[in-house]
Structure formats: structure tokens, C-alpha cells
């Protein structure tokens, strides 16, 4: 085919397997190496070439894919002895889709940069259904001319492709969705745990949960008012919010329900009420942590009303 590109995927566990099946529909020729060769019979099968080393990926392919268990897996995969840098040819990319640390990553792309490899950070969401059914999202860091070079093939892969600006920050953008969404399940706990006990029925309390104001929005839809900084006029005020969060622990307490996010959570409310805030959006205290982290937050409202056209 024309423009065919030779290309290599590492690591056929629960999401590489599906990821490489994807690349394969491409039509480019596909080279797979995996601690276990079993994991790799399906698709040889289909086409795909076993390479018995990472060094033999690292020689013949000109765009690597990895997808690893975590760091220290990946580090010892690309900079180790016979790893991917010791015969990868100049020019060539390497795309890393496993679940990073960006301390890690900055360390590999020196060390590509310093052999004049391409190296970019490229982790997924969406777990094994989505990495078989193509419906991932990827969040890449990196040099954005490669990343626009490579687009077709990151669409092979997945349905929403964004790219996240320097190495490192697809990693974030990833590490910040899996933390917010331990969170998210962790709070739904406590407050499941409380209302149960206290004598609603589970399915009557999901759907109540579900049809209030938070469940029938997505996620991270309600954050207007925060991204711009912006929190005139209140919907809701500090004030109240504050008083139903009390009330909420006062009845966990009543029953030895431990809320320890909840409280988090009410200490902010706390403070923002110490500082005169009462008046003011329930959202307002979310600025209290960027104070904290010392960092400014600050989206055009033309962007905001962007995404929030997308489809979810």
C-alpha cells in the first residue's frame, strides 16, 4: 500500500491485545513481542509478525507502540539492555500507551531525543471493552508535528484522539481523570452507605441520585463557573450548601457512618464561609485549592461552550 509503514506494538495485555487487532485493520505490516507469545497467537493468526525481542521491534519498526503494566516496566523495556533505544534507528517514533509517571517520561525522552527518536506519551481510557472496540480516548503529550503526522494511526485506536500539549501532559491529563474518578466512586460509597442505613432502599436511592440535579448531567459538565472564575450569580450559595453538608454528617454520625471525604469537603465550606463567602456560588470554594496549588485557572467561555456542544 502506499506510504506502508512498518509498525510494532509491545505488550499484549488486556488493552495492548485490542489496540494491536486495531492496528492491524490499517493495512500496515505489524510486528508484536510480549513476555508471553501465547498472548500473541490471534493475532498472528491475522497477520501480524512475532518479533522475539524488543530489540528486533526496535530494529525493523518505524513506529513502536507500547503498552506496559507501569514505569518501571516501561523504562526497563526502552532504556534497558537490548531495550528499544539500543536499535531503534534515528527518526523513528515510539509511542508509549501505558499508564505512566511523567518523571519516568521525561527521563525516557531525553534519553530519545539524545538518539534522535520521536517519543511521545499517549495514555488511554475506556479499559479492555474500549481498546478492542476502538473506543478509547487518548490524551497525547509530545511534539505535535509527529502527533499530527501519526493522527491516523491514533484513530485506528481510538475514537477521541486529543492532543494535550508537551511530553508528559497526556500522562497528567490521564493520572488527573483516574483520580478524580477514585474519588467520585469513594464519595458515591459514602453517601450510598449513609442513606442506606439510615432506611432508603438501594435501587430507589440510585435512581433518586441519578434523576437529581448532578445525575442527570455528565460529570464534568457542571464546571462553568469555575473554569472561568466566574461565580455571579449564585444557583446555589455557600450557605446552604454548607448547612446540607452538615446535616448529611450529622446523621452519618448518628449512625457511625464514616465520612471522611464528605468531611474533607466541609472544611473547604468552612473556610470559605470564614472568609465571608456565604453569599457566594456553591462552586466558589473550588477555588480554595488553587490557592493552595498556586496556580490560575482560566478558560475563554467561547472553549467552554465548545466542549460542552460535544457529543458525550
Not at 162 to 169: A, F, H, K, S, V
Amino acid at each position: 500500500m502506499e506510504n506502508e509503514l512498518k509498525l510494532g506494538f509491545i505488550g499484549l495485555g488486556a488493552m495492548g491485545k485490542g489496540m494491536a487487532h486495531n492496528l492491524l485493520s490499517t493495512g500496515h505490516e505489524l510486528l508484536v513481542h510480549d513476555v508471553r507469545k501465547e498472548a500473541a497467537i490471534e493475532l498472528i493468526e491475522r497477520g501480524a509478525r512475532w518479533a522475539d525481542s524488543v530489540a528486533e521491534i526496535g530494529r525493523e519498526a518505524s513506529v513502536i507502540f507500547t503498552s506496559l503494566p507501569g514505569p518501571r516496566e516501561m523504562e526497563a523495556v526502552g532504556l534497558g539492555e537490548d531495550g528499544l533505544l539500543a536499535s531503534m534507528q534515528q527518526g523513528s517514533v515510539w509511542f508509549d500507551m501505558s499508564t505512566n509517571s511523567p518523571a519516568t517520561l521525561h527521563k525516557v525522552f531525553e534519553a530519545c531525543r539524545a538518539v534522535g527518536v520521536s517519543f511521545l506519551d499517549a495514555p488511554v481510557s475506556g479499559g479492555p471493552a474500549g481498546a478492542s472496540s476502538g473506543k478509547l480516548a487518548i490524551y497525547v503529550g509530545g511534539d505535535s508535528t509527529t502527533f499530527e503526522q501519526h493522527l491516523h494511526l491514533l484513530k485506528a485506536l481510538g475514537d477521541e484522539v486529543m492532543y494535550m500539549g508537551d511530553i508528559g501532559t497526556g500522562t497528567s491529563t490521564k493520572l488527573a481523570h483516574n483520580a478524580a474518578s477514585a474519588a467520585i466512586r469513594i464519595v458515591t460509597a459514602e453517601v450510598f452507605s449513609m442513606a442506606v442505613k439510615s432506611g432508603v432502599e438501594p435501587s430507589a436511592l440510585w435512581k433518586a441520585l441519578r434523576n437529581g440535579a448532578i445525575g442527570r448531567t455528565r460529570t464534568f459538565d457542571r464546571m462553568e463557573k469555575y473554569l472561568n472564575g466566574n461565580y455571579d450569580p449564585p444557583t446555589f450559595t455557600v450557605t446552604l450548601v454548607n448547612k446540607d453538608i452538615g446535616l448529611a454528617l450529622e446523621l452519618a454520625n448518628s449512625m457511625n457512618v464514616p465520612m471522611r471525604c464528605i468531611e474533607a469537603a466541609y472544611k473547604d465550606y468552612q473556610e470559605a464561609l470564614d472568609r465571608g463567602w456565604g453569599s457566594r456560588d456553591s462552586r466558589s470554594p473550588m477555588s480554595l485549592q488553587n490557592e493552595r496549588a498556586g496556580v490560575e485557572i482560566s478558560v475563554p467561555q467561547e472553549v467552554i461552550q465548545e466542549v460542552l456542544a460535544l457529543d458525550p
